[in-house]
């Protein structure tokens, strides 16, 4: 891949992760996740090969359907508050679907087998990319909306994806999934 390349999807990285970090406004948070997407989506699929391709399409797959619905709650959101400040999220059908969406983003157990398999795919370096970087502006938008969320829901996803991903780890034989 041309150095030049690599470092306008380095940048844009960090532009979306930069502009969904300091939001405050649901739509810009989405527009920085969609950066982040589209920016790592060539690194994933960079080999040319098909595991690689096959990788990218499911990143793609997944994070699309997440930032829909995370786009449906913040819509559901307004309509029902007329608020579109992430701060003010009170609607509970809308702090269910953003759960769910942010569970899709970082992988979280009931929707997590795409993470092992997008992370053998990719080449080294952005498989550790997208289990470090991507995750930060996931978690700043949970962060930002913690309190509205539902703390049991949360607790639960987070102890059944420690708890399953230390159980799988045991039957892996291959490194990036045990990561994963």
Avoid: C
């Avoid at 997008?118 to 502006?137: D, E, H, N, W």
């Amino acid at each position: 891949m041309n150095p030049y390349t690599k470092l306008t999807f380095s940048l844009s990285l960090m532009l979306g992760t930069t502009i969904t970090v300091s939001s405050s406004h649901w739509m810009s948070a989405w527009a920085g996740l969609e950066i982040n997407t589209l920016a790592i989506i060539p690194l994933i699929s960079k080999s040319h090969h098909p595991r690689a391709i096959e990788a990218a399409i499911k990143y793609f797959l997944v994070q699309a359907a997440a930032s829909t619905l995370l786009l449906f709650s913040s819509m559901i959101n307004a309509w029902h508050t007329g608020q579109w400040d992430i701060t003010q999220l009170s609607h509970p059908t809308s702090s269910l679907l953003l759960t769910t969406a942010i569970a899709m983003k970082l992988g979280l157990v009931p929707f997590h087998f795409w993470f092992p398999e997008v992370l053998q795919g990719s080449p080294l370096t952005t498989a550790m990319l997208l289990s470090t970087v991507m995750k930060f502006p996931p978690m700043t938008i949970l962060f930002l909306t913690s309190h509205s969320l539902n703390p049991t829901l949360l607790t639960t996803m987070a102890l059944a994806s420690a708890a399953l991903g230390g159980w799988m780890g045991l039957n892996q034989t291959q490194t990036r999934k045990i990561l994963a």
